[in-house]
């Protein structure tokens, strides 16, 4: 048995000895919610996530992921923690990301579905009861379908929708458009989940590629309750990278392609020139040589940084570092 494994099964035999020994019934339902420099949406988050379970009238726990919040969320988690045992807060040594957090949250849930959202209120927690619906339907992986993205800029919502579209075509598998990270898996789901410990990760490409039953269930996203958007343009051409990288050759293809292409141009440029030269006289001086070699030196350095990427993924991978380290869990 791996370390991971061994890792999880024991915070999990932990888990169920307390609920046990506290009379706590094992949940039904786990939450799971990132949270990154939230303070001041946290609290709102928890009153409306517990609003809508508890009508469910389920066991249910909510599982809040610090990934190392500068501001006071953790202190707001911890007094959540210590006003109601069904939240538990994993504590991250430091900032690992968005991605990474809601693994950590797979590895710590617990129960029969679990369902993923982000803790700043964009994903409305009310569309919950919806997606365990379908669940109880038979659908063992129900993800959430933006019909409409309020709050966002043009920009934003243009290369979204280009993103969502270059994914589809390039990529081997079906990941469904205009979705994010909310959605409900099924236990079974989960387990083949936490099994995958690659480091670059799109998680809902993840989800899509380990198949089950998919549906969707359409909801409208709203703005921001509070704070600014923890996904600048950076972070979002690194995520696209990580998605495009981790389920597409086409990148790599593609260079191959480019450069029988080029270098089959090149000779067909030889024997014209050298025709020419001979003929004419028609050729003289090295500007268009120079040209020539400092346009397909640029076109290779393209291509080694495609490679790189993709080498760099692989050297991540093969020093076997753990995705995450917790500073400490409150259960």
Known sequence: MSIHKHRIQLARGKRAEKEE??????????I???????EETIPHFYERVVAVMEGLEKPFELLLIND????NSYRVMCELHTRDP?????NFSRNFGHQIAISAGLDYASGEAVIILDSDLQDPPEVIP???ERWKEGAEVVYAQRTRREGETKFKLLTARAFYRLIERITSISIPRDTGDFRLLDRRVVDALVTMREHHRFMRGLSAWVGFRQ???PYVRHERFAGTTKYPLSKMIRFS????TSFSHVPLQLATSLGFMLAALSLIGILIAAILRIFTGAIVGQASTLTLVLFLGGIQLIFLGIIGEYLGRIY???RARPLYIVHDVLE
């Open 21 to 30: 020994q506290a009379d706590i019934p094992v949940p039904t339902f786990s």
């Open 32 to 38: 799971i919610a990132p949270v990154y420099n939230e």
């Open 68 to 71: 190392g919040s500068s501001d």
């Open 86 to 90: 069904r939240v538990h807060v994993i």
């Open 130 to 132: 919806s997606l365990i």
């Open 215 to 217: 549906e969707a269930v």
């Open 241 to 244: 990278l990580d998605a495009i």
């Open 316 to 318: 991540d991978e093969v």
